[in-house]
């Protein structure tokens, strides 16, 4: 019932407010953009948009339009490419360490599954050091995951500064062990805490050993101890410890992909760009 062509000229308009702004965008002219907008109007039969010398504002069928006219052409714009013969094809077998798969990183495939619908995108959530393991096996073509700072290998997506996390309502005893919430090793975070309070002295001992991320984050939040993570990664409900319980400054991690040279290299490198320019952002 609508042309696509019509209401990508609507959203280009409704977005840029303006006929001149909504003209340039598209690389047509200022009345190809107005004709255009009439024929979406007749074709709803309602004025979508408000016009005056000075502003350009959408009516309520105009906000209501501009809803559908954003899923008819995110629709139209998958099918296209998923008939698309020239489309890339293949498959990732693609790993992550859990908790940078909490971040942005859902956003980010399924952007990448919109675009690549022809791609075969396979995810597996664990830990970083056996994601790595794995990959060297060649069970992977690509994996996402904490490494020590500077490497030479992978792709570093950015770097960023461990710290230590814990519920606000957390007190140690500065002459206690620290209550460490970690890893199994082999974890980056884990022998950061530990080796960190070794090199000053400091005592400490396992409160909660876990698995995954979110139980980490259960048990800090439950006090039941001090865990360690990137800065990043830090919820809002938690807060970094207290200088007052004097611990001692960890250092930086890593975030990087690794990729698997005997893998297909359109669909991963399509992968790692995505994950790369996401991050620049």
Same mark, same amino acid.
């Given at each position: 019932?609508f042309?696509?062509?019509?209401?990508?000229?609507?959203?280009?308009?409704?977005?840029?407010?303006?006929?001149?702004?909504?003209?340039?965008?598209?690389?047509?002219?200022?009345?190809?953009?107005?004709?255009?907008?009439?024929?979406?109007?007749?074709?709803?039969?309602?004025?979508?948009?408000?016009?005056?010398?000075?502003?350009?504002?959408?009516?309520?069928?105009?906000?209501?339009?501009?809803?559908?006219?954003?899923?008819?052409?995110?629709?139209?714009?998958?099918?296209?490419?998923?008939?698309?013969?020239?489309?890339?094809?293949?498959?990732?077998?693609?790993?992550s360490?859990?908790?940078?798969?909490?971040?942005?990183?859902?956003?980010?495939?399924?952007?990448?599954?919109?675009?690549?619908?022809?791609i075969?995108?396979?995810l597996?959530?664990?830990?970083?050091a056996?994601?790595?393991?794995?990959?060297?096996?060649?069970?992977?073509d690509?994996?996402?995951v904490?490494?020590?700072?500077?490497?030479?290998?992978?792709?570093?997506?950015?770097?960023?500064?461990?710290?230590?996390?814990?519920?606000?309502?957390?007190?140690?005893?500065?002459? &206690?062990?620290? !209550?460490?919430? =970690?890893?199994? @090793?082999?974890?980056?975070? *884990? %022998? #950061?805490?530990?080796?960190?309070?070794?090199?000053?002295?400091?005592?400490?001992?396992?409160?909660?050993?876990?698995?995954?991320?979110?139980?980490?984050?259960?048990?800090?939040?439950?006090?039941?101890?001090?865990?360690?993570?990137?800065?990043?990664?830090?919820?809002?409900?938690?807060?970094?410890?207290?200088?007052?319980?004097?611990?001692?400054?960890?250092?930086?991690?890593?975030?990087?992909?690794?990729?698997?040279?005997r893998? &297909?290299?359109? !669909?991963?490198? =399509?992968?790692? @760009?995505?994950?790369?320019? *996401? %991050? #620049?952002?």
């Amino acid at each position: 019932m609508f042309d696509p062509v019509l209401l990508r000229t609507f959203v280009a308009l409704a977005e840029t407010r303006s006929f001149t702004r909504a003209a340039a965008q598209l690389q047509i002219s200022q009345p190809t953009v107005s004709q255009q907008i009439r024929r979406l109007e007749a074709a709803a039969r309602r004025a979508l948009v408000a016009r005056d010398s000075r502003t350009v504002e959408l009516t309520d069928n105009g906000e209501a339009m501009l809803g559908f006219a954003r899923e008819i052409l995110a629709a139209h714009d998958a099918a296209a490419a998923y008939f698309d013969t020239s489309a890339m094809r293949g498959r990732v077998r693609f790993g992550s360490a859990d908790d940078l798969a909490l971040t942005e990183l859902p956003q980010i495939l399924r952007e990448f599954r919109r675009v690549h619908p022809q791609i075969d995108l396979s995810l597996t959530v664990g830990q970083s050091a056996a994601l790595v393991k794995r990959l060297q096996a060649g069970q992977f073509d690509l994996v996402y995951v904490k490494q020590e700072p500077g490497l030479p290998t992978g792709h570093l997506v950015r770097r960023d500064r461990h710290i230590w996390v814990s519920h606000e309502d957390t007190r140690v005893d500065l002459d &206690a062990p620290v !209550p460490l919430i =970690a890893y199994p @090793a082999p974890s980056h975070s *884990r %022998a #950061a805490a530990i080796q960190t309070l070794e090199s000053v002295g400091r005592n400490w001992r396992i409160t909660c050993n876990v698995r995954d991320v979110n139980g980490a984050l259960a048990a800090v939040r439950a006090g039941i101890g001090i865990a360690v993570l990137p800065q990043a990664m830090v919820p809002a409900d938690l807060v970094p410890a207290s200088p007052t319980l004097g611990l001692p400054q960890l250092g930086e991690i890593d975030f990087t992909l690794l990729t698997n040279p005997r893998s &297909a290299g359109g !669909p991963v490198e =399509a992968l790692v @760009a995505a994950i790369i320019r *996401r %991050a #620049a952002k």
